[in-house]
C-alpha cells in the first residue's frame, strides 16, 4: 500500500509544537470550500461590537487569530456565542467596558492594531499584550496617528508591545500613512467614528478595502475614491447579517499547489474575490495556470465566486510596486512555487515581508536553502531561479502560519520526504489546512 502524500506525525517535537511530513505528490485534484476570510472576520467582529443590535456572521474564520479578536471583545464586556463557524455578536454600542485584565492579542498583529483604533476613541484605559512574534511587531504605525486624534500611548521599547492605550474624546485628522498598510488605515477610520469631524486617511498604495466596505456594510458612509477613504465621526453603526466569503490568502496554498501539476484540477468554491485581493489570480493566469471564475455574487461590497483551477507550465514572474502590497500574504507560497518555474519569481519592494508573524525573507530563504534551492536574498525581497530541482529536508516554521503552509506546497513536487516543525503554526489562520491539503493530493 502506497502511503499518504501528507502524514500529521502527533509526536511531538517540542512540547507545544507538532511536526508534519509531506512526501511527494503526482497533482491536486478535487473541490474545496475554506473557513471565512481572516480579514472581513475580524472587522465585522469588531464592527458588531460597537454596533447596535445582534450580528449573526455565518463562516466566520477558524483562525486561532480571530479567536483572539473574539475573546478581547468578551473582555471589553461584549457578549457574544459561537457555534462552529456561525458566531452571534450582541452589539454594545459604540461604548465598550472598561477591561478588567490585559487584552490578549495572542499572534494578531490585526486584533492589536485595529482594535487600537476602537480603544483610542473609548473613556477608559485598556492595555494590548502579544504573543512572543507579535511583541517584536511595529506598533508605531498606529500609535503616531491615533496620538495625533487625541489618544495616549505606551508601548515598549521601539514601539513594541505591550501597548497601554489611554482613550477619550478624538478629533478628526488628515492623515498621509507613510507605509501602505490595510489594518493601520482601518484602525484610523475606526476611530474616526468616535472623533469630532472628517477624518481622511491616504495610503501611498491602494491596500485591501475592507475596512471601509465592512464600515459601510454596517451603515456608515464612508466616501472612497483613489487612494484617499474619508470619515465622518459620530456615526452609529447597526448590526448586520453576513456569511463570510472562503478565505483568498488560504485559497492561494491550495492553488500554488494545483499550479505545479499539469494534470491538475481544483474546484475552489464561494472564495473572496475583492479586487484589492484577487491578484494572486492574474498572476497565475500570466504564469501559465488555468483560472475561470463563476457564480460570481456580491454581499456587503466583498465580491466572491467559485474558482476552478488547471495546472500548467509555470513561466515565472516579477512581481513588485502596488502588486507586492495587495499580494503581501501571498508572497510565501509564490515564493515556495518559485522554484518550479521555467525562469523563476523575483520579488521586490517587500520590506514589510521582514516585520511579518516571522521576518519572511529570511524564513523563506532559509527553508527554500535547506531543501536545496538557490535563491538570493534581497534587503526588499528575494530573487529565486527557477528550472530548480529541491529534496526534501528538515525544516521548520518560524512559527509563522504562512510559511508552514507554504512549505506543505514546495514539498509536494520535491524529491523526498520534508518534515515541517512546528506545523501547527497553521491554526493561527486555517486549522484544517494540512487534513484539507491530504484531501486533495493525489499519487
Ligand atoms: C491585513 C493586512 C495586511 C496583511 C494581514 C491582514 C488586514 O497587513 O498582511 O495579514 O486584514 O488588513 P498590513 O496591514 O500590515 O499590511
Redesign the pocket.
Known sequence: MKSPALTIDSRLMKETSSCVVVRPGRNVAGQLSLPGD??IS?RYAMLGAIAEGTTRLENFSAGADCASTLACLRTLGVKWERDGSKVTIHGAGPRLSAPAAALDCGNS??TM?MLSGILAGQEFTSELIGDESLSRRPMARVITPLSAMGAKFEAGDGGWPPLKIVGGRLQAINYKMPV?????K?AILFAGLFAGGETIVSEPIR??D??EQALAAFGAEVKHTGNESRIAGGQNLRAIEAAIPGDI?SAAFFLGAAALFPESQLVINDVLLNPTRARLLDILLAMGVGISVTQLEEQHGELRGTVQVSGGHLTGATISGADTAVL??EIPVLAAIAPYTAKGIEIRDAR?LRV?ESDRIVSLATNLRAMGARVEELDDGLRIPGSQELHGAEIDSFGDHRIAMAFAVAALRAEGTTKIGRADAAVISYPGFFEALKNLVQR
Request: charged share 30%; glycine share 10%; no cysteine.
Open positions: 481572516k480579514s475580524h498583529g490585526s492594531r501602505a498598510s490595510a489594518q493601520v482601518s491596500t485591501r475592507h475596512g490568502s503581501i500574504d514589510e511579518k
